[in-house]
């Protein structure tokens, strides 16, 4: 991650809460999410989920970006292992990561994080990609997991 480059999380925190507020469509919460962190954090070249549409089998669905990969199973990819672990994937270096799925050539590090609602059912996962190396970090991460915990928790 670039020095000097700071990410507003609370900001990005504040607008989707206020934008999400009583909303339970997964589908309306997951095109919220993705616009507000593609256009607040400094790193996301393509923000996107990808959905559970069935055994082992991720759909694409809201994103912002050049166009992603429509159908994505349990086996392959970042975001089919962090579909697959249950465990957040962070990706410094996607050439290094076997299998990585590569939608666009100018990608070099992903952070991919699957989301569940509160009773418990994978939703997805979010799939954060950036032209920079190494840009996500752990700060990241302890942003992203409860904050999507929260706005998903009641979604169907
Ligand atoms: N890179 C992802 C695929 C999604 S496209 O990058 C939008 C992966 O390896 O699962």
């Known amino acids: 991650m670039l020095d000097g480059q700071k990410v507003d999380y ?3 925190t504040a607008r989707i809460r206020a934008l999400c507020e009583g909303e339970t469509d997964a589908v309306a919460l997951m ?14 070249d393509w923000t996107g989920f990808y959905r559970v549409v069935g055994p082992e089998l991720l759909k694409i669905g809201p994103y912002q970006g050049g166009h992603g990969c429509l159908v994505i199973p349990f086996s392959r990819g970042v975001c089919g292992a962090a579909a ?9 270096d996607v050439e290094a990561f076997p299998d990585h799925i590569a939608c666009s050539s100018s990608t070099k590090s992903e952070l991919v994080l699957p989301v569940w609602n509160g009773a418990g059912v994978l939703l997805g996962v979010l799939d954060l990609d950036s032209d920079t190396p190494a840009a996500f970090t752990q700060a990241d991460e302890d942003w992203l997991v409860p904050l999507l915990a929260e706005v998903f928790r009641e979604a169907a």
């Open 10 to 12: 609370d900001g990005i």
């Open 84 to 92: 697959r672990t249950g465990r957040v994937q962070n990706v410094p």
């Open 31 to 44: 095109a919220t999410v993705v616009c507000e962190i593609h256009h607040g954090h400094p790193f996301c």
